[in-house]
C-alpha cells in the first residue's frame, strides 16, 4: 500500500519544457465511490448510471442467459446466479490487486509516458497498463507454472470468445435471418449462423486498432464507455416489460430505437473526437469532455423509459393471453396461455366473420363449415394457423432429419465435419429441451431451498454494500519507508 502511490516510470513525458507527472496514480486511488465530478468514476454516475449496463449484461445478455436456461431447475439458475456473485467478488484479489503488484515491480513498463516508449513495449502509442497482469505472470512465475497459467488464461479467452461467437449467431439467425428467409431449414440456418460467425471475427480483428487509442489504451475502460452508450435502452426495456404490464411492443420498439440512436450518436462523436495524444491540445466539444458517460447511461435510460411509456399510453395494451407469466405480477399465473391464445383467435373469428362473408370468395362459401380448417386459414392467414398450432417447426425438424437419413455418404460427411448433419438424437434433444423450458416456466421450488436461496441473496448484496463502503471510507496508513 505505501509503495503503489509511488509507482510512476523513471522517464516522464516532457512537453513544451515542461515535465509532465501525471502518470502517478491518483491521489484518491483507493476511493471507490469518488466526488461526483470525478473524471474517473463519479460515485453518482457509478450508482445510477453504471447500474443499467449492468442490468443489461447479468439479466439480458444472451451469453449469461443462455446458461441459466439450461439450468435444472429454478432453484438451480438462482443457486449459480449466487455463486457467480460470490465468484464475482474474487477479482479484486486475483486481477486488480496482482495489477497493482505489477505496476509497483515495473513501472517502466506498465506506466510509461512516453509515446515511443510505450509503443517499444507494448506497440500502443496511449498506455501499457492492458499488458500488467501478463507481464507479472511472464516474470515472476517460473517456467512450468508460466505456461500452465498462460493455457489457463487463454483457454478463459477463448471460452468468452466461444460463448460471444455463439450467441452473436444464434441472435442473427433467428431474430434476422429467419425473417428475411422464413421458409430457411435449419441445415440452412446453421451454415447461415458459421458464417455470421466468420464475418464477426472479421470485424472483431479490424477494430483493434480502435480500442487501443480510446480510454488511454485501457480496454477495461473501453468496454465499459461503449457498454454505456449501447446498454440502457436494453436495460430500461426490460425493466419495464416485467414490472409494468401495460407497456406494450410498439411503446418497447420506439424507446430502443430513440435510445440507439442517442447512444449510437454519443459513440460516433467519441471516434470522429479522440482522446488527444500526448502533448496535444483538447479541442473536443465540452459535451464529451464534461459530461461523464455514466451520467450519459443514466439520461439515456431515462429518455428510453419515457418514449416508451408515451408510445404504450396511446398504443392498443398487450394482450392478456402475453402477460401469462411473463411479469412480475403475473409470474404465478396458472392460466394456460396456449389455451387463451386459442380463444382469442376464435373470438375475433366469430367477430369478424358476419362482416367478411359477404366478401369470401365464392371457393370458401362452397366449402361451408364442414371445412372450418380451410376457412379459417383463409381468414386468418396461413402463417398465422401455423403459427397457432405449433406444428410446423416439429414438422420441418422431421423433415430435415429423414432428408439426412436417406442423404449419400459423402454428404453426411459433409455435413458431420460442417456442423449441419441433423439426426434422430438432435430431434429428440430439441423436444426434451421445449419440455425443460415448460418446467423452467412453472417457478416450482422447495420451500427450504427458496428460503436458503433468499438468504444467500441477502448476504451477497450485504457483501457488496460493505466492499464498497470498506474501499470509500478506510484510508490505510503508510509507514515511512526506512
Request: hydrophobic share 45%; aromatic share 10%.
Amino acid at each position: 500500500w505505501s509503495k503503489y502511490p509511488k509507482s510512476g516510470p523513471s522517464k516522464y513525458l516532457t512537453c513544451d519544457g515542461k515535465t509532465q507527472n501525471d502518470s502517478l496514480p491518483p491521489d484518491n486511488w483507493n476511493v471507490m465511490l469518488r466526488d461526483a465530478n470525478d473524471p474517473e468514476m463519479p460515485w453518482i454516475g457509478f450508482l445510477l448510471g453504471q447500474t443499467p449496463g449492468s442490468i443489461w449484461y447479468w439479466c439480458t445478455d444472451q451469453v449469461i442467459v443462455q446458461r441459466a436456461l439450461a439450468a435444472k431447475s429454478l432453484s438451480h439458475a438462482k443457486g449459480a446466479t449466487l455463486f457467480a456473485g460470490f465468484v464475482k467478488i474474487l477479482p479484486l484479489f486475483i486481477m486488480v490487486m496482482p495489477g497493482m503488484m505489477s505496476r509497483i515491480l515495473f513501472p517502466d513498463d506498465v506506466a510509461c509516458q512516453i509515446p515511443s516508449e510505450c509503443y517499444r513495449i507494448c506497440e500502443a502509442e496511449t498506455g501499457c497498463s492492458s499488458i500488467a497482469y501478463p507481464r507479472l505472470v511472464l516474470a515472476i512465475m517460473p517456467t512450468g507454472l508460466r505456461g500452465l497459467m498462460m493455457a489457463a488464461m487463454i483457454a478463459a479467452l477463448m471460452s468468452d470468445l466461444d460463448s460471444i461467437m455463439n450467441s452473436a449467431s444464434t441472435l442473427f439467425t433467428i431474430d434476422i435471418y429467419k425473417r428475411i428467409r422464413k421458409k430457411a431449414t435449419i441445415r440452412e440456418l446453421m451454415i447461415a449462423g458459421r458464417l455470421f460467425i466468420v464475418f464477426m471475427t472479421g470485424i472483431s480483428v479490424a477494430w483493434v486498432p480502435v480500442v487501443i487509442q480510446q480510454q488511454g489504451g485501457q480496454i477495461f475502460l473501453y468496454i465499459q464507455e461503449v457498454t454505456n452508450y449501447l446498454a440502457p435502452p436494453i436495460a430500461a426495456a426490460f425493466i419495464m416489460a416485467i414490472m409494468i404490464p401495460r407497456v406494450n411492443e410498439q411503446g418497447i420498439f420506439w424507446g430502443l430505437v430513440v435510445g440507439f440512436v442517442v447512444g449510437v450518436t454519443r459513440l460516433i462523436l467519441i471516434f470522429v473526437y479522440p482522446t488527444p495524444k500526448a502533448c496535444e491540445e483538447d479541442l473536443r466539444p465540452l459535451f464529451l469532455t464534461s459530461f461523464h458517460y455514466m451520467y450519459f447511461a443514466m439520461l439515456l435510460f431515462w429518455i428510453t423509459v419515457v418514449v416508451t411509456l408515451i408510445v404504450s399510453m396511446y398504443t392498443p395494451p398487450t394482450e392478456e393471453w402475453r402477460l401469462v407469466r411473463t411479469t412480475f405480477w403475473t409470474r404465478h399465473d396458472t392460466r394456460d396461455p396456449i389455451q387463451m391464445r386459442r380463444q382469442a383467435f376464435e373470438m375475433t373469428n366469430l367477430q369478424e366473420r358476419d362482416d367478411e362473408d359477404a366478401c369470401l370468395d365464392p371457393e370458401i362459401k362452397k366449402v361451408g363449415d364442414d371445412n372450418a380448417d380451410y376457412v379459417d386459414k383463409q381468414r386468418v392467414g396461413s402463417s398465422k394457423l401455423e403459427e397457432y398450432d405449433g406444428d410446423t417447426d416439429l414438422e420441418q425438424e422431421q423433415t430435415v432429419v429423414n432428408r439426412a437419413e436417406n442423404a449419400s455418404i459423402v454428404s453426411r460427411i459433409c455435413g458431420f465435419m460442417c456442423g449441419t448433419l441433423v439426426t434422430e438424437s438432435d430431434l429428440e434433444k430439441q423436444n426434451k429441451l421445449r419440455e425443460h423450458l415448460m418446467q423452467m416456466s412453472a417457478l416450482k421450488q422447495n420451500r427450504l431451498v427458496n428460503i436458503l436461496l433468499n438468504i444467500c441473496l441477502v448476504l451477497i448484496m450485504g457483501i457488496g454494500v460493505f466492499m464498497y463502503i470498506f474501499w470509500s471510507v478506510w484510508s490505510p496508513t503508510y509507514e515511512p519507508e526506512l
